[in-house]
């Protein structure tokens, strides 16, 4: 029973006074008990106030040593006190539950009428609706009844529970392939979803943390703000610190819900395995892999710790926000942090009236997730709106972490290796990706592979990778995979629906939103400042061929990484130059030589050309002679070539020289690396090419003999 009694005063928040009798769930005990909590609710409205260092036990999470300079570190204590903290959370959540496809098999194979039940409900929830379309199909009213299927189909999914409700969850990010007025129903599924009471939740809270909740919080809101599939959020103001956060509760029963789902379709999987040819997949692997992340999203310690390495690795940004963790008041069924103000990813107006753009906050969850897939290879694999918030700072706001997953360490280089390929063009080494990646096993012979990759990408490519759609893009590629015998790896396919869903919210704010597009920058920087061996042969790979220096990739590349803010020039000139000199650079070295002594002539002789053409014409005639053509004896093509390429250069060195990093000093570890024998022998095979070009060409102009140097042409993208 809950009695509410309103007061307030002029000028100040609205408070709640109440007395909640709160019943024990059945699941957590054998008999019922009533508790009589004293507590203040503030209003949800209700903004948080700024609170003073509190220096106690339980202030551990955030208490800082300030160093001066603005940077503040957690002190050495602090630090220690945190690890206490969280060692005892996992003392709570000793007893939470591991996915075991065994103990479900063991469980419900002896509950063959629990079982039948609940396949009846998910048959006759789903095959009802369905069979509604195919009626609305014959009575040609498919796209006049679309509202009222989009309203049926949220309804039947939340019937059918949380598991259901994760899949609408992810339909509902995708605009490429429900409609609008789906995507709008799907969409209240992110928080909109029922609520169980408030007295099971606040009994739970007082149960795992053994702390009556009028010692934990000064004020918590008399109903859930949202409604998760798995658990409901409060919103709370600590007791001992003043701070504001967010208390996610989990929903009772979840685990005996899910558990079930899982057993059911696992069986499903099976027989896919089984009589569905088309599928080369392990469905049951990928279902195992899936149904482990949701175990690991039902222990919320878990889910703090995967909160906590995420802010270490990816949170050093000053765009990306990742709420802390409060220990002292988390255990496997309840957890508490740092509260976030903001706006749903997908709710663009909203966004828009704080002068923000959804493109701009959509960009940094690309880029901040191709830091976390090629980077540490630790990523967040549901990022669906509920989950991403535009802050009114502009930052944006990861708070949900209970579905993270790993990328392997050589999948990652393989990964930006595989999109250098691709922008090649070089099928066959596309086709040996596919070992690295762990799609296919070592004696699969992909010879056969290279002609359909040829087949689809020479398509896929006819203008430029940019303008690719990432859907397109893997739908077109999943069908060339499906002819062979491809297995696609579970953390494949949580990357695949990562960036899906990033693309799927970009479109909402425009259709012809490109996911590649904003990739670009990170891979090019990637690409000129790993020293990672893989990458740096990746680079030599794009930059040379058929033995020349494609100029226009490296300005392409640069253009595109200066567009990445982490980028540094510094860096980029470390990794070719070290490969360079190094002891297997020898291959490396005589096209850089040959490519040294093309630019330094066309650097030389189109001054010279510029000089004759500053110079009036009467004096040239008087100057050279009475040869008014020009000062050199070449082709116009040649001539051409060459101001190009000189020009080129220019604008590289331009670009360098622009970076917002960009510092002379720079040079100096170049210069030190030239002290050493390899760097001195270089040189001195640049400078006897130099001179054996340009005496030729003044042989050339002494005896008046037409050039055959060879014209130095650009090559295109």
């Avoid at 569905?276 to 310690?301: C, G, H, M, P, T």
Wanted: charged content about 25%; some cysteine; aromatic content about 8%.
């Amino acid at each position: 029973m809950i009695s509410l009694a309103l007061s307030s005063t002029a000028g100040h928040p609205v408070w709640l006074s109440s007395y909640v009798t709160i019943s024990r769930p059945k699941d957590a005990c054998n008999h019922r008990r009533k508790v009589r909590v004293r507590t203040r609710a503030a209003l949800v409205e209700a903004r948080p106030r700024p609170v003073p260092a509190i220096r106690d036990r339980n202030a551990d999470n955030n208490a800082v040593t300030n160093l001066g300079g603005g940077y503040s570190v957690p002190s050495f204590r602090d630090r220690a006190n945190d690890m206490q903290a969280e060692a005892r959370a996992m003392a709570r959540a000793v007893n939470a539950s591991v996915y075991s496809p065994e103990l479900l098999s063991i469980k419900y194979g002896s509950r063959p009428i629990k079982v039948l039940r609940r396949t009846l409900e998910i048959f006759i929830g789903l095959g009802s609706f369905a069979f509604k379309l195919w009626v609305d199909q014959l009575n040609g009213q498919l796209d006049q009844n679309k509202r009222l299927r989009a309203v049926e189909l949220r309804d039947v999914l939340t019937r059918l529970g949380p598991t259901f409700v994760k899949i609408g969850q992810g339909l509902s990010t995708r605009p490429d392939l429900c409609p609008p007025e789906y995507l709008e129903e799907l969409s209240e599924l992110q928080d909109a979803l029922p609520t169980f009471p408030d007295a099971e939740a606040f009994s739970c809270i007082e149960r795992e943390l053994g702390i009556p909740l009028d010692s934990i919080y000064s004020s918590i809101s008399p109903s859930p703000i949202a409604a998760a599939s798995l658990g409901q959020v409060y919103k709370a103001q600590l007791k001992y610190s003043g701070q504001i956060v967010a208390v996610k509760v989990q929903r009772p029963g979840i685990e005996e819900a899910i558990g079930l789902d899982f057993y059911l379709i696992r069986g499903l999987g099976f027989l896919i395995n089984k009589y569905v040819d088309i599928i080369s997949s392990d469905v049951v692997a990928l279902i195992d892999e899936f149904a482990r992340r949701v175990y690991q999203e039902l222990n919320y310690v878990q889910e703090g710790q995967n909160a906590r390495k995420f802010k270490k690795l990816y949170a050093d940004k000053e765009d990306v926000l990742v709420p802390d963790i409060f220990w002292d008041y988390t255990s496997g069924k309840v957890l508490t942090m740092e509260w976030v103000d903001g706006v749903k990813l997908n709710e663009q107006d909203a966004i828009e009236r704080q002068g923000l753009k959804v493109l701009d906050l959509v960009t940094t969850g690309i880029q901040c997730s191709l830091r976390q897939l090629l980077e540490y290879g630790y990523f967040h694999a549901d990022p669906h709106p509920g989950n991403l918030l535009a802050t009114p700072e502009g930052k944006l706001a990861f708070i949900d972490f209970g579905m993270m997953s790993e990328t392997p360490e050589e999948a990652r280089f393989a990964i930006i290796g595989h999109v250098v390929h691709m922008v090649n063009r070089d099928y066959e080494a596309m086709a040996r990706d596919y070992y690295a990646l762990d799609f296919l096993s070592p004696d699969v012979d992909v010879s056969p592979i290279v002609p359909a990759l040829r087949d689809f990408f020479d398509d896929a490519l006819n203008s430029t990778v940019s303008e690719l759609n990432f859907k397109t893009l893997v739908d077109g590629l999943g069908a060339v995979l499906y002819q062979y015998p491809f297995n696609v790896p579970a953390y494949y396919a949580l990357i695949l629906r990562s960036l899906t869903v990033l693309e799927g919210l970009a479109l909402y704010a425009d259709p012809n939103f490109k996911v590649l597009a904003a990739s670009y920058p990170y891979f090019a920087k990637r690409l000129l400042t790993d020293p990672n061996p893989y990458l740096r042969d990746a680079l030599i790979e794009l930059l040379f061929k058929d033995g020349k220096f494609r100029w226009n990739r490296l300005e392409n590349l640069l253009v595109q990484g200066k567009k990445d803010r982490d980028f540094s020039a510094k860096d980029a000139l470390q990794p070719v130059l070290k490969l360079l000199l190094g002891p297997d650079g020898e291959e490396l070295r005589a096209l850089v030589i040959k490519e040294a002594v093309r630019v330094t002539e066309a650097v030389i002789l189109g001054s010279v050309i510029d000089t004759y053409n500053s110079i009036p014409g009467l004096m040239r005639t008087f100057v050279f002679g009475g040869n008014a053509i020009g000062p050199l004896i070449m082709s116009d093509a040649e001539q051409e070539g060459m101001m190009q390429l000189r020009e080129q250069v220019f604008r590289i060195w331009g670009l360098l020289r622009s970076s917002e990093n960009f510092d002379p000093t720079l040079l100096q570890p170049i210069l030190q690396v030239l002290q050493e024998p390899e760097a001195r022998s270089l040189g001195g095979r640049v400078i006897g090419g130099i001179t054996q070009r340009l005496a030729a060409r003044l042989l050339q102009q002494v005896l008046l003999v037409p050039t055959t140097v060879p014209a130095s042409t650009s090559q295109a993208l």
